[in-house]
């Protein structure tokens, strides 16, 4: 699967701002998706999964704020940010994993995810 991310860009706080990952070469099957992010000086954290039928699991710093979904037919995940904090300043990286049917992708680490886009850098001041 190659992934593309956008919609990354420079925000003032309180704001809102969504990113979007366009797969491509993917083969029909059940896959974990995930956003991912990288602060400056800091390791790469998770931030949302979703699984192939729709279940979504959030780190405790975006709960409520981020909202994690995808659109099978345009082949894209997206990452809908409300409410954007300074610490939210990072690069967004989305994940993919062809895994076996019924796996559910909460607790997955990085490593498990072998497809990962160039990342998307938000910042928020």
């Known amino acids: 699967v190659q992934l593309v991310e956008s919609g990354g860009g420079s925000v003032q706080a309180g704001g809102p701002l969504r990113l979007s990952c366009s797969a491509s070469?993917?083969?029909?099957?059940?896959?974990?998706l995930a956003w991912f992010r990288q602060a400056p000086g800091k390791e790469r954290e998770g931030v949302a999964t979703?699984?192939?039928?729709?279940?979504?699991n959030y780190a405790d710093s975006v709960k409520d704020r981020f909202t994690i979904s995808k659109d099978n037919v345009k082949g894209t995940l997206y990452l809908q940010t409300h409410s954007l904090k300074p610490e939210d300043t990072a690069i967004y990286y989305c994940a993919a994993e062809s895994v076996a049917w019924g796996i559910r992708c909460v607790g997955r680490r990085q490593d498990e995810y072998s497809d990962w886009g160039p990342g998307t850098q938000v910042t928020v001041s």
């Open positions: 979703i699984d192939d039928d729709g279940h979504t």
């Open positions: 070469r993917y083969t029909s099957g059940w896959y974990c």
